[in-house]
């Protein structure tokens, strides 16, 4: 198989797709590998070392595009990007498709085999390709909360962890898992005051034993909610519902409770956003918005900053996938990986993920059902 990795193009995203520990499997393999010029410079790699391990340098996007079976990315295809893809290619990335409608139709309209990072999922409920990534935007939301706290941000001008005879920072996280929890270590750490709320009660119990007593959970619920919320001088908005919209837990009407010069984090942006005054993406060189006096963080690419230690996490975890995908071919690997196969979105004009059909009001088809429509 022919691999293709570009150079990512969204605003400030400085990850790339593949290491030169990847390119050296692809190609002991038997595969070829083809990358954009300069597409890991932002991760601290060197066109050079991709040469070294077996890649061949391309000039430009399109020409990547245009001789790869599989692309291979971070983020989604931008729409500049829309015109490269070609009908029976495999696109395997982070998708966010549920909140994308002008996405989900490029693809559809492209007929590309679309295969989701984020949906990717064992049978015991984990997101292999999600986790690491989400374990950055957690740790990484506290502190940028912490420095947009700060006043030179408009934020109330307090340290997370307070000073002897003054109060610390009330962290208050909207969601149990991956992201809250790493959320939660860092705030802990930094001294802060910490309330998770989740809606599994034993995912809570979970929080409680590993975090000693350090944290308060809460069960969430709209009550539970707003009196967090009201209290917050960090809100985290850490909710997630695999492949889909993400619900709006926290209205605009609790945020006007807020303190002025809070802060609140939305790291559930890439899906629409847990919060409702969180109502448009901001971007790494214009981060923040003013709302009801509050600071609001948009950014849906946290991880993208953070390049190096990202992009390594990132391919730790792809590369066996996408390994299956091109040894066996798409069709194979996905009917014999269970947890590959709910990775597939979209599949030759038709959308094959619940999720994404029931938030943009598609056909849904069962993808076992696509794979064999020949």
Same mark, same amino acid.
């Given at each position: ?223 539970? /909610? #707003?009196?967090?919320?009201? &209290?917050?001088? $960090? =809100?985290?908005?850490?909710? +997630?519902?695999? !492949?889909?919209?993400?619900? %709006? ?75 299956? /995908? #091109?040894?066996?071919?798409? &069709?194979?690997? $996905? =009917?014999?990986?269970?947890? +590959?196969?709910? !990775?597939?979105?979209?599949? %030759? ?26």
């Amino acid at each position: 198989m022919k691999i293709g990795v570009p150079k990512e193009i969204k605003t400030a995203e400085s990850r790339v797709a593949i290491t030169p520990a990847g390119v050296e499997a692809f190609v002991k393999n038997g595969n070829e590998v083809y990358i954009e010029k300069d597409a890991g410079i932002g991760s601290g790699i060197a066109n050079e070392e991709y040469v070294k391990a077996g890649a061949k340098i391309l000039s430009t996007a399109k020409e990547v595009y245009d001789v790869a079976d599989m692309i291979m990315k971070v983020k989604e295809p931008q729409p500049s990007e829309y015109d490269y893809l070609k009908e029976g290619q495999v696109l395997f990335t982070y998708l966010h498709l549920a909140p994308d409608k002008q996405q989900t139709e490029a693809l559809l309209k492209k007929k590309v085999i679309g295969i989701a990072y984020e949906t990717v999922q064992l049978d015991n409920g984990a997101l292999p390709l999600l986790t690491p990534m989400s374990e950055v935007a957690g740790r990484m939301s506290v502190t940028i909360g912490a420095y947009l706290l700060t006043n030179l941000n408009e934020g109330r001008g307090i340290v997370m962890g307070g000073v002897p005879g003054v109060e610390p920072a009330e962290v208050v996280i909207i969601g149990g898992g991956t992201v809250g929890t790493n959320a939660a270590k860092v705030a802990v750490g930094m001294g802060a005051r910490v309330t998770i709320l989740d809606v599994n009660p034993v995912r809570l119990a979970y929080l409680d034993d590993i975090f000693g007593g350090r944290v308060t959970t809460l069960m969430s619920n709209s009550f539970n /909610i #707003a009196q967090s919320v009201k &209290k917050a001088d $960090l =809100l985290i908005g850490a909710v +997630l519902i695999p !492949g889909a919209k993400a619900p %709006k837990l926290v209205t605009e009407e609790m945020v006007k409770t807020m303190k002025k010069g809070a802060v609140i984090v939305d790291v559930a942006i890439d899906q629409g956003g847990c919060i409702e005054t969180c109502d448009r993406t901001t971007s790494h060189k214009d981060p923040y918005f003013i709302k009801h006096g509050v600071v609001h963080y948009s950014v849906p690419n946290i991880p993208g900053v953070v390049s190096r230690t990202s992009t390594f996490a990132l391919t730790n975890v792809t590369l066996p996938y996408a390994l299956e /995908i #091109a040894s066996k071919g798409y &069709k194979k690997a $996905l =009917l014999e990986n269970k947890a +590959l196969l709910k !990775g597939l979105n979209v599949y %030759k004009g038709m959308v094959t993920y619940k999720p994404v059909a029931d938030a943009q009001g598609l056909e849904y088809v069962d993808p076992i059902d696509a794979l064999n429509i020949e």
